[in-house]
């Protein structure tokens, strides 16, 4: 009996046994056929993104990836045992800091391209090295061929002069050559460029620009604004289109850039489809129309390409009010307190202005407004509220312009469903009762935080003590209940984010030696927060990027050192290891 017992015993045993077996096939066939990842990022600093103006923000040691967006977030023995699969991709981050890709709100891909492979000016520290730029490439040009390019700055020379036609003639060495200023705004053209023109002393000023001119009312090469129009080099070929793309997108996503709302040419827009139908485009793109085209043509190409598109499609319509501080074209309300005659250029008389705004938002454009001076702003604001008004009561006429004092205009109340964003690029020099204008009309501020590191040395001159204190005051803006949105303006500055990262924290000037109305700083996490979810806002695009959660594309960087805990100073020599940009990595430092 004890031995049948015993034979009972085993039995049950092993029957458990098989059960369990079974049980836990049957476990892991469950498990297996849930979501398994295609990569999982493990051992990482991992800043989510959420919680990440509260001091206080999520981070975790994991991320789960598959189909190109974020799978699941957590700790790593979690991740892992829940997502693993055989074939999935593990990738050790060794304890590096990871957080949302930046999504640069401001950018100029086209042009960035186009100077990289033309004559390059940036960074000239005096007329004399400008010089010996162009004169290097004069040498190598075949006879007649135009010379163009950009990127000159005077306020970096000894003196600030402009440079005038007679400076580049000697180094052009008789080609058509045109040199627009790093801002964009202003153009120098040599005497061979303007005969090719026919620009001469008859030639009228355009509207929305000038000609400036010398004694004898002949011009001097200086062109703002509109006037750069009347001076064009030929286009480049399609080939050197491309290739001066393929340059400024892989300076992008170098520096940690993932997204991009870009400003380029229409031919450089077709360039980024022939990219992507390729599989070649590797940082997503939201690209602006131009404001002062025709409305059809505007809908023909918004029409174009599907705006589902999350790797390429276009958005809003970007207009012009202004020119730029460094060139003393900004409209401003008052003159300029270092130049008693000149209160800047408005590109548009405001009936017009008011006219094609309500037109193209009845149409369902998003409006974006370039706006540096005082002046500028309130154009834009007013424009904003007219087509905001036209909106929300299409039956209604346009609303009449205030003529009376500020105070007494009527602010104009928004009303849901309607969210057309409007945004004001720049947005340099502000009224300090039109911050809550902003609000009012849920007008997004479009800012680079890192046009202070350059305009510190000269903005109080330009603007003098009372209007300099809502200068680049990107913290009023916030306590306004303002939505930011940080990006570069590259290639009027370099699109690396770790400049305007570490301006925002700082307001000093990268020696430290020099501060701008340090009240205005924002803490790591708005700045954080501006460059990525404010930035996806300013887009329609909040829903899904700008985060690192469940559902939101794998838009990630890696980068060498945490933003969150380094000094201020350690920002400044930040490096990216990696990019992922969809879930695929496009950049991998060598």
């Known amino acids: 009996m004890r031995y049948r017992g015993k034979v009972i015993r085993l039995a049950l045993v092993k029957a458990i046994g098989v059960l369990l077996g079974f049980l836990v ?18 051992r990482g600093n991992i800043l989510t993104g959420a919680n990440l103006e509260s001091g206080v923000p999520e981070r975790v040691s994991a991320v789960a990836v598959a189909h190109g967006e974020i799978l699941a977030v957590g700790d790593d023995a979690g991740i892992v045992a829940k997502y693993r699969g055989a074939a999935t991709q593990m990738i050790d981050l060794g304890g590096a800091f990871v957080m949302p890709g930046f999504n640069d709100a401001h950018t100029h891909l086209g042009s960035g391209g186009r100077i990289r492979l033309s004559v ?26 135009w010379l163009s390019g950009g990127g000159w700055d005077h306020t970096l020379w000894a003196g600030a002069k402009l440079p005038d036609r007679a400076d580049v003639d ?61 001076v064009k080099a030929p286009p480049p070929s399609p080939e050197l289109r491309r290739k001066g793309l393929e340059l400024a997108i892989e300076d992008a996503i170098s520096h940690g850039v993932t997204s991009v709302q870009d400003f380029s040419d229409w031919d450089d827009y077709l360039v980024f489809e022939q990219m992507e139908g390729e599989g070649k485009l590797p940082l997503r793109v939201a690209e602006w129309l131009p404001f002062a085209e025709p409305l059809e043509l505007e809908k023909q190409q918004a ?30 309300n008052a003159p300029y307190s270092d130049d008693s005659g000149n209160s800047g250029i408005p590109r548009y008389e405001q009936a017009k202005l008011e006219e094609m705004a309500i037109e193209r938002a009845q149409a369902g454009f ?45 602010p104009v109340k928004r009303v849901p469903p309607h969210d057309l964003r409007y945004r004001i690029e720049h947005s340099q020099v502000v009224e300090a009762e039109d911050f809550n204008r902003y609000k009012q009309l849920g007008v997004i501020a479009s800012m680079q935080p890192n046009h202070l590191l350059t305009d510190m040395a000269w903005a109080g001159q330009r603007l003098g003590p009372e209007r300099e204190k809502y200068a680049y005051a990107w913290k009023s803006f916030l306590d306004a209940g303002v939505p930011l949105a940080f990006g570069t303006d590259y290639p009027v500055e370099p699109i690396t984010p770790f400049r305007g990262v570490y301006c925002a924290v700082t307001r000093e000037n990268e020696a430290g030696t020099m501060s701008f109305h340090p009240e205005q700083k924002l803490t790591i996490g708005e700045t954080l927060s501006a460059y990525t979810q404010g930035s996806a806002y300013a887009e329609f695009a909040e829903g899904w990027k700008g985060k690192l959660a469940p559902g939101y594309v794998a838009d990630f960087v890696v980068l060498d050192r945490d933003l969150t805990v380094v000094g201020a100073h350690e ?10 940009v969809g879930g695929k990595t496009v950049y991998l430092q060598h």
């Open 25 to 42: 096939a049957v476990g892991f066939a469950f498990a297996q056929a849930g979501p398994v990842a295609d990569a999982i990022y493990y």
């Open 120 to 145: 390059n000016l940036q960074g000239a520290k005096s007329l004399a090295e400008m010089q010996g730029r162009i004169r290097a490439a004069a040498e190598k040009a075949p006879a007649g061929q």
């Open 170 to 230: 000697g180094a052009a060495e008789g080609h058509p050559a045109i040199f627009t200023r790093v801002d964009g705004h202003i153009a120098i053209a040599d005497s061979a460029a303007l005969a090719t023109a026919n620009v001469t002393g008859h030639t009228p000023d355009p509207p929305g620009g000038k000609i400036d001119r010398d004694a004898g009312g002949n011009p001097t090469g200086i062109l703002r604004e509109t006037a750069q129009g009347l």
């Open 303 to 332: 029409a174009q390409h599907p705006a589902t598109d999350r790797m390429l499609h276009t958005t809003m319509l970007k207009g012009f009010m202004d020119g730029s501080l460094g060139s003393r074209t900004a409209a401003m």
């Open 366 to 410: 998003q409006l974006g407004f370039h706006a540096i001076g005082d002046r500028a702003v309130e154009m834009a604001l007013d424009a904003y509220a007219a087509a905001e008004a036209a909106v929300q009561q299409p039956s209604s006429p346009p609303r009449a312009r205030a003529t009376g004092p500020r105070s007494e205009m009527i």
């Open 571 to 580: 920002i400044l020599g930040t490096t990216v290891i990696r990019t992922v």
